[in-house]
Every structure is written in structure tokens, then in C-alpha cells.
């Protein structure tokens, strides 16, 4: 690949790059055939560099600047490149040559022209692309899908009103790319601080995806690999939505109690305290409801999926360590609103945590001791639906030879007051008659 650098010095911008992706498809094509998953060298990186992302070869040479019709135009040369491309390993290759990051000072330009072309494939619905970045998306560390996700909810939630309906119809076009989106945009809205609240054109959309078709969830745990290296997104949005769901009563009763003085949330004007008084409140209720149901039912059916790859007990979905954190924010939020006496909101939090700790233990999502739980949320509010959950099913004994119609009981009696079964049971005689006197 080196010895056509020459050749692309004596291009304008526009055909060098062109002129790069044409040679690069040949390379890799041949490379394909020979040694099926081969890896892109770094001469291939460097090129790539230099003559799509205008980064000079020479430290001291100024990098050059596209203007934007010229970046239009490249972005353009891109995603007719992916979409006349068929085979799908030379796409995902090239796709991974161009903007897998290198830990250089090119990942920045790198990363800006990949939003830039991710949301013109979702306005376009060039789905070559999207299920590119949807592989891009699972293999790269997560503070890089943090940053593209951020760029595609400012573009299709927050800065044109309405276009999130373009972004919501690409669920039917690629729903890998838009499980891998949630994954992401759970990791970059958290609820930790107000800033970190999703918008609800953003919270709507995933609500809508997720309610409609709980499975699309699980699209990325049924179609790759078990293990993903720490750092990366996980391999379900569970955790993200389960935190959600969890933290929403109170995130949003903090917002509402921060709120008196305008500011500015996710690029929409902070009107929160008025709203979350008012119906709109009440409909962002009903959706993290709708979220909650819809993620339970993930859960339930998630048992068979894990027992079918051989994984159930083996693979933990939902990670301890994002319990832990979970709740800690949970009680540290409490105590924040103390003073505004959050008796509802807490209830709902620990309820909604109460039974998706029920409900990933039992599915086998969760895999940790019940010791491990009731150590972690010691320190939470009384709950009565919690405590059963880290006290466990009761164990019934086994027992052996019982008569017919004998039922046993389930909690066994205290030493010093026998049960009713130790006493002499009374054989029913159909020919005896007994003495009735109505109580007057």
C-alpha cells in the first residue's frame, strides 16, 4: 500500500480519497481471500490518515482544513462506497481501517467525520453503514460510543425539533445498530447530575423501541461473542435501563428541587420544576413505567436464551458492580432530598430496584450471593418488598410418605408451641350424629 502514496500526493483532496478507498477496497479483498479476518497494518493507517482525515505525514507540515462543502462531499463519496460495497467482511474491515481509534491525536478528526456520517446514514437510511456502526459500537471502548452517541442525540433530539422521528424509523432497518445506540446512550446519560437526565424526545424513542419489541434488547447478546473486554459497552442495555427505571423518581424530584432559578438542560430551556408539577410530568411517568414492564419481561424470557447458548449460570448480564453502584446513588440521593420528604419517589425507586433484583436473580442475568445484596443496601430505607427479596425464597424441607390431603406447612413453629399436625386427628364417621346448637 505504501508505494501508491506518491501517486495520491498529485490529488486534490476529493479524488486522493477516493482514489485511497478504491485501492483499499482491492487490498483487502485479496487479503480476504488469503487470510480470512486479516488485520489493517499501520501503513494502511497512516495512508488513511494523511488523505481522509488530512493529517500530514511530516510533524512540522500543517494539517490541512477541508471546507465544508468539500467534508460534504466526502461524506457523500463514503456512503456510496458502503452501499455499492456486497460483501459485508470487506465492509466491516474498511469501515474498521477508517475509524477504528489509534490512541493518536487523529482519533479527534477520526470521531468527528464518523458522527458526521453516521447521522447522514440514519437521514438517508444507508443501513451498510448503520450495521457497521453497529460492530464499531461493540468492539470500541466505551468512551469513544459515548462521544458518537452524544453527536447523534444532539443531531435527531435536541437541535432540530421533530427529526427524532427520523432516527426512531431506523429500527426497521437496522435493529443491531439501534440496541447497540441504546447501550450507549444508557452509558451517557446516567441520572448521576441534572445534565445527565435524557432528553425526552431521546427517553420517547427508547420507550417506544423497547415496549414494542422487548427482544430488540438482546440483539447483540444473541449474535456475538460472550466476552467482551472490561471498558467496552455491555453486552445488553439491561443495566442502563434497569438504572433508569430505578433512579427516574428521584433524579427527577433532584432536578425539580435545583431547578428554581432557569438554566439550560440538554439543550432545552429548564422549565423542569414547573413540568414535573404539571401533566407533562406525569406522561415521563408513564414512560420509565412502560421502560420497567418492558425491561421485567426482557428478564423473564432471558432464562431460556441463556439455558439454549449454555451460559445460564455462567455468564452474569447484569455485572454486581453496577448494582453496587446503583444503589449507592440510589441512597445517596435520598439523602440529598431528605428534606423534601421524597416518601413517594423512594418508594418507587426501591420498588422498581426490588423486582428487577427479583427478576435478574431468577432469569440468571444476576449471579451473586444474596449475602453480597443485603451488604449493599443496608443502608437503604426500610423496604418490605426489598427485604423479601434479599431474604430468599423459604426453603421447604423434604419430606417423605405424607398422607393424603396432608399439606405442610411452611414456616416451621417455634420449639415451645407444636403444630397443629402433632395433634390427634379426629376420624370423620359418616354414621355418627353429632350434637348442633345454633348460637343464639
Not at 431547578?259 to 420509565?288: F, Q, R, T, W
Amino acid at each position: 500500500m505504501t508505494d501508491i502514496r506518491h501517486s495520491l500526493l498529485r490529488r486534490d483532496a476529493l479524488s486522493a480519497a477516493k482514489e485511497l478507498l478504491y485501492h483499499l477496497d482491492i487490498f483487502f479483498n485479496s487479503q480476504l481471500q488469503n487470510v480470512p479476518g486479516s488485520l489493517v497494518d499501520k501503513s494502511t493507517i497512516e495512508l488513511v490518515e494523511e488523505f481522509i482525515f488530512q493529517l500530514p505525514k511530516e510533524r512540522n507540515a500543517q494539517p490541512k482544513r477541508l471546507s465544508s462543502l468539500q467534508e460534504l462531499q466526502l461524506l457523500e463519496i463514503m456512503c456510496c462506497y458502503f452501499q455499492e460495497q456486497s460483501k459485508d467482511a470487506v465492509r466491516q474491515i474498511i469501515f474498521s481501517a477508517l475509524f477504528g481509534p489509534q490512541g493518536n491525536k487523529a482519533d479527534e478528526n477520526r470521531l468527528a467525520m464518523l458522527g458526521k456520517l453516521v447521522s447522514m446514514a440514519i437521514a438517508i437510511c444507508r443501513v451498510p453503514i448503520l450495521e457497521c456502526t453497529a460492530l464499531w459500537l461493540q468492539r470500541t471502548h466505551a468512551v469513544f460510543c459515548v462521544k458518537l452517541a452524544k453527536v447523534l442525540v444532539e443531531d435527531y433530539c435536541i437541535l432540530v425539533p421533530g427529526s427524532v422521528q427520523t432516527l426512531k424509523r431506523i429500527v426497521h432497518a437496522s435493529p443491531r445498530f439501534c440496541c447497540q445506540l441504546i447501550t450507549a446512550v444508557t452509558a451517557l446519560y446516567d441520572l448521576s447530575t441534572d445534565d445527565l437526565i435524557p432528553p425526552q424526545d431521546l427517553l420517547e424513542m427508547v420507550v417506544s423501541w423497547v415496549f414494542e419489541d422487548p427482544r430488540l434488547t438482546l440483539i447483540t447478546f444473541l449474535n456475538s461473542a460472550a466476552n467482551l473486554p472490561r471498558g467496552f459497552l455491555e453486552l445488553t442495555p439491561l443495566p442502563g435501563l434497569i438504572r433508569w427505571c430505578a433512579l427516574a423518581p428521584l433524579a427527577y424530584k433532584r432536578n425539580c428541587k435545583t431547578s428554581s432559578a432557569p438554566s439550560c438542560v440538554n439543550g432545552h430551556s429548564n422549565k423542569m420544576c414547573k413540568e414535573v408539577e404539571s401533566d407533562g410530568n406525569k406522561d415521563i411517568k408513564i414512560l420509565y413505567s412502560k421502560l420497567h414492564l418492558s425491561v421485567l419481561q426482557v428478564l423473564m424470557i432471558l432464562q431460556g436464551h441463556l439455558t439454549e447458548k449454555n451460559l445460564y449460570g455462567r455468564l452474569e448480564l447484569i455485572m454486581f458492580d453496577h448494582v453496587e453502584r446503583l444503589v449507592g446513588d440510589i441512597n445517596k440521593l435520598v439523602k440529598e432530598l431528605n428534606h423534601s420528604n421524597p416518601v413517594k419517589e423512594v418508594e418507587l425507586a426501591l420498588d422498581r430496584l426490588a423486582q428487577a433484583l427479583q427478576v435478574g436473580i431468577a432469569s440468571g442475568a444476576l449471579l451473586c450471593a444474596r449475602d453480597n445484596l443485603r451488604s449493599i443496601c443496608s443502608a437503604l430505607p426500610h423496604h418490605n418488598l426489598l427485604q423479601l427479596v434479599l431474604t430468599g425464597p423459604v426453603q421447604q424441607p423434604s419430606h417423605t410418605a405424607l398422607p393424603p390431603g396432608f399439606y405442610p406447612h411452611i414456616h416451621t413453629s417455634p420449639a415451645r408451641y407444636p403444630m397443629y399436625s402433632t395433634h390427634p386427628v379426629q376420624t370423620y364417621m359418616p354414621g355418627m350424629a353429632f350434637s348442633y346448637r345454633p348460637i343464639r
